[in-house]
């Protein structure tokens, strides 16, 4: 009798189909999905974190540049235009005298008044009409509820320390007898420094009837950390001038044009840039997921930025204006 072996039965075999797909070695670029094929779902938390970090980047970014480089260049070109604009009202004699135009009219803020120079310090710079953040951002301010420098009484010029050019980085070093020129629309004022005054310091003397002062006046401590308002006297050594009346009595300025206030008033400024900074932060999080990498970061990279300069520029008007 023959026995027949039979071979043992096979499992049928699988399809690909049905296998697992086999994971890329280790350190293999994965591809990326392209434009219509699946992607894992949205993770709303995730978005809404990309975005906040987008918006934090972007105003850090933004502070850093508006102190710095930024804001140098704003003062820069500010103080060009403000020269010529001062240059062409001196050469036709309708340069400023006091708190009205020579029309008549109220004179604006940021309205260009005098020209002051410290020969020591190699400083020239245009005055502005007004003492709030926005205004010294361009340069020095004439305190509006003062006389013009060379006229009779105090005349008051602030301007920052560090930011936007730090035209008065210097005044700490003048010393007794150093020469101070301001031209105004009445011709050259000349004073001599009486000395720097910090935060603690014995006032000076009243000031006598028919005589004039200057006091400049910038922020002092480090760096960007106001800790209290640094002054320089100085004495008028050339024939007073004119004084027109004033309408704007001593004291009657707001808050915003004291020494080390701020500008409350770029609330809503900040408030709508911020607006449009959130929206560019959201819309670049979902250009992220559909776009690329690459292809979000150098089209969004400049907007966010851009955005992120004008919040903070809004923003450092609240803060001290003699930083």
């Known amino acids: 009798m023959t026995t027949v072996l039979t071979p043992p039965s096979q499992p049928p075999p699988q399809s690909s189909a049905a296998l697992p797909p086999t994971p890329p070695p280790m350190g293999a670029d994965v591809p990326r999905p392209g434009p219509g094929e699946h992607r894992p779902p949205a993770r709303p ?14 105003v850090l970014l933004g502070f850093a540049a508006n102190l710095t480089v930024v804001g140098h260049l704003k003062h820069a070109r500010d103080q060009q235009t403000s020269f010529d604009e001062l240059r062409k009202q001196l050469a036709l004699g ?7 135009t020579f029309d008549g009219k109220t004179l604006g803020m940021g309205a260009p008044v005098a020209l002051l120079r410290i020969p020591s310090l190699g400083l020239r710079e245009v005055v502005a009409e007004g003492t709030t ?9 004439h305190r509006r509820d003062t006389a013009l420098p060379g006229q009779e009484g105090t005349s008051v ?7 936007y050019g ?3 980085n210097s005044l700490g070093k003048l010393t007794p007898g150093t020469p101070i020129e301001v031209t105004t629309g009445q011709g050259k004022a000349v004073y001599e420094v009486l000395g720097v005054r910090r935060p603690g310091d014995k006032l000076p003397a009243p ?8 006091t400049l006046m910038t922020a002092s401590g480090p760096p960007y950390t106001p800790a209290g308002v640094l002054r320089v006297d100085a004495a008028l050594t050339t024939p007073i001038q004119p004084s027109p009346p ?6 009657w300025i707001s808050p915003a044009e004291e020494a080390l206030g701020g500008d409350n008033g770029a609330w809503l400024a900040v408030f709508l840039w911020s607006q449009g900074l959130l929206l560019a932060a959201l819309l670049t999080v979902w250009l992220h997921r559909t776009w690329g990498t690459w292809q979000t970061w150098i089209a969004a990279g400049p907007v966010l930025t851009a955005l992120g300069v004008a919040v903070s520029g809004a923003a450092t008007r609240i803060l001290p204006n003699l930083l």
Do not use: K
Not at 246 to 251: A, E, F, Y
């Open 45 to 58: 938390g995730l978005a809404l974190a990309g975005a906040a970090l987008c918006v934090l980047a972007a």
């Open 94 to 100: 309708t340069a400023p005298v006091g708190q009205r």
């Open 133 to 141: 953040s926005g205004v010294l951002m361009s340069g020095p301010g």
């Open 157 to 163: 010029i602030m301007g920052r320390q560090w930011g």
């Open 166 to 168: 730090s035209p008065f």
């Open 207 to 214: 000031l006598a009837q028919g005589r004039g002062r200057l």
């Open 246 to 251: 004033r309408p704007l009595r001593s004291g």
